[in-house]
């Protein structure tokens, strides 16, 4: 995601300059200041070096910062705020705890004992995979480095196990355990607030723009049912409508006994690991009456694994992922927060709530979800998707009356599972349409008939789940 391409780099160097200058020279609309007006025309910029790419993210945010300085639509000092809010540490203490469970092997474990455990079919391989990803999503906020890293290698290591040639065989199993498997990543990433790095940044920016604050307990009460659907119904339809070859997988229990023959006993390390990771889903759970701060309990966490010595400092400090999305989300961050202190936020709700005259709460809610869902054929990144259009759709449903928490988490929940749609959305899809076990076309045809189900299941199931939980 941090590396720039190389093709095309000066149009779309010159395009990004382009439109982040293009406030000095068209007139300021009425109703905004020219601070408010100059910053928007900078954070525009950004966005769409954010999705062009001419350079890294990180160069393309310290830059934009520091044109908001140079040009006064921000002082220094608020420009150094970027790097001072919990969400952008919080991020970065999740990447450290990714490291962890990829240093330890724990993840590996988790991944192969639940395998050894149902995975007598393929269909229950599927689950059992993806069930092993979900015990470790909390805690591993790149969804790149779970299901590209740490699970994908095991898919991977199934199909060659049965045969399963991306060339001569692959309907054998590795079609539909490839497929499978990408889908409920994009799940698994929607069910827990620390379980893809965009889900920090809308909750930060619904705090800043409609002033609700969504704990971790509340994100994953919300997305729970929902997402526990679509995590039944997806696999059991591509088993339906893209069925593998081979329906019984005795060998995969032989498998996973081999491969945890080969680790050994859990280590000192992984124990360590294993109780931290439960004190911190644990203490997530109940901030609302410990009232613990998320970061801090990160935090904490980190701190114990480091004492432990489970993690070193140069583990730390080496992550370098981590270190290169505080440049980026917290510049993001701050340049959503005073467009919205310098007015432009209410100025554009203002617009978008004369445009709602006559739709009615709900149309404009499942709106908003659909919009963010299929803009996404024009993304490449699940993190920049959010940057550039979540502050905005979250105020449609807002505009029209619709609860701000109903409207914040709507268009959240879109930001995760639009990745289904094409092999490029997200930094996992390239890495399961490369294995070359499904055609492009095939690929985009499953996306679209997923995203239908996706539609179905949490704008209907989970609005009436959300009526239930008093949301609504």
């Not at 941090?2 to 010159?14: D, E, F, M, T, Y």
């Not at 007006?37 to 966005?47: A, C, D, N, Q, R």
Request: net charge positive; with cysteine.
């Amino acid at each position: 995601m941090s590396k720039a391409p190389k093709q095309g780099i000066w149009w779309r160097a010159l395009l990004t300059i382009a439109v982040a200058a293009s406030g000095w020279f068209i007139p300021v609309p009425d109703g905004l200041t020219l601070n408010a007006w100059y910053l928007f025309s900078i954070f525009l910029g950004t966005v769409v070096g954010f999705i062009l790419q001419p350079i890294e993210l990180g160069t393309i945010a310290l830059i934009a910062l520091v044109a908001c300085a140079v040009s006064g639509a921000m002082t220094f000092k608020q420009v150094l705020s970027a790097f001072s809010g919990n969400t952008v540490w919080l991020i970065v203490s999740a990447f450290i705890l990714a490291r962890a469970f990829i240093i330890t092997g724990l993840g590996r474990r988790i991944a192969y004992i639940a395998m050894r455990a149902f995975g007598d079919s393929s269909l229950k391989l599927a689950y059992s995979i993806s069930f092993s990803e979900m015990i470790i999503a909390p805690a591993i906020p790149s969804n790149s480095a779970r299901a590209g890293g740490l699970i994908f290698p095991i898919v991977q290591s199934l199909a060659d196990a049965f045969g399963s040639d991306p060339e001569k065989s692959p309907r054998k199993i590795g079609a539909f355990l490839t497929m499978s498997v990408f889908q409920l990543d994009l799940v698994i990433s929607a069910m827990f607030l620390t379980a893809m790095v965009g889900n920090p940044i809308a909750v930060e920016l619904a705090n800043r723009i409609l002033g609700i604050e969504i704990t971790w307990m509340d994100w994953f009460i919300a997305a729970s049912v929902p997402g526990l659907v679509c995590f039944i119904i997806i696999p059991y339809f591509l088993y339906k409508v893209y069925p593998p070859e081979i329906k019984h997988t005795p060998e995969a229990k032989q498998l996973a006994d081999a491969e945890l023959e080969k680790m050994g006993p859990m280590k000192r390390g992984e124990k360590v690991l294993a109780l931290v990771f439960v004190l911190l889903l644990g203490l997530w759970a109940t901030a609302s009456i410990t009232h613990l701060n998320a970061t801090l309990i990160a935090f904490i966490g980190l701190c114990i694994l480091l004492v432990c010595r489970v993690i070193k400092w140069s583990d730390v400090t080496g992550e370098k992922n981590a270190w290169n999305t505080l440049v980026w989300v917290g510049g993001v961050i701050v340049m959503s927060d005073y467009l919205n202190r310098l007015g432009f936020i209410p100025w554009f709700a203002k617009i978008l709530e004369n445009q709602m005259v006559g739709v009615g709460m709900l149309a404009a809610v499942a709106l908003s979800f659909i919009i963010y869902l299929y803009s996404h054929y024009f993304f490449a990144s699940m993190s920049a998707h959010v940057t550039s259009m979540y502050a905005a759709l979250i105020t449609l449903g807002a505009a029209a009356g619709a609860p701000p928490f109903v409207s914040a988490f709507v268009v959240a929940m879109a930001s995760n599972i639009c990745g289904c749609l094409t092999h490029f959305g997200t930094g996992p899809a390239p890495v399961y349409f490369g294995a070359g076990y499904v055609p492009q076309k095939t690929w985009w045809i499953l996306g679209f008939c997923i995203s239908l189900i996706h539609v179905v299941v949490w704008l209907g199931i989970g609005g009436v789940w959300w009526a239930f939980l008093g949301y609504w």
